[in-house]
């Protein structure tokens, strides 16, 4: 089946860096990637939608300044968090859809961010 | 606003058969999907109801109501590795999905 990797798997960094997240598909293309977050025990929070080749779409409440979003080709999304804070470590998951008409997504390993 | 309610928790044993209940109130809706996770790791797609109706695929079913917002998931035989978190989605849009709450099983010997 469809595959999206998703790197680095964990990633820790000093407070006021910042971090990129990487996610590919890898045997189809993507002309739509999609950016969660997830809490402990949560469930997952939509940041926003990669578009290849234009902006992305931020979903309300998150800023699109601090959570930059690239989506330079078909099968590459990165998420840049920015200037990262404690309160920005989370569970972060790209996913992206294989085909039109279902609701399946296929989801990325998760980067796990911890900002100390 | 859009919602998906879940039961946080679920514990049934080894062997049983448990459902899980989703409810939902959203903007758009094309069809409701389930997720399993497990901690830790990725969420992996386990089915998707657009119409009326139950679907198996082998031991897991999922029924959807649309007139009554609702939707199940039945895990059949359970086994302990089916101890993860399930999570109902809606799929409001060409591109959005919906999560819930999500439910955790625990699976008892």
Known sequence: ?116 | GQSLEQPSEVTAVEGAIVQINCTYQTSGFYGLSWYQQHDGGAPTFLSYNALDGLEETGRFSSFLSRSDSYGYLLLQELQMKDSASYFCAVKTGANNLFFGTGTRLTVIP
């Open chain 1, 1 to 116: 089946g469809a595959v999206v990797s998703q790197h680095p798997s964990w990633v820790i960094c000093k407070s006021g860096t910042s971090v990129k997240i990487e996610c590919r598909s890898l045997d189809f293309q993507a002309t739509t990637m999609f950016w969660y977050r997830q809490f402990p025990k949560q469930s997952l929070m939509l940041m926003a939608t990669s578009n290849e080749g234009s902006k992305a779409t931020y979903e309300q409440g998150v800023e699109k300044d601090k959570f930059l979003i690239n989506h330079a080709s078909l099968t590459l999304s990165t998420l840049t968090v920015t200037s990262a804070h404690p309160e920005d470590s989370s569970f972060y998951i790209c996913s992206a859809r294989f085909g039109q008409g279902t609701g399946e997504l296929f989801f990325g390993e998760g980067s796990r961010l911890t900002v100390l």
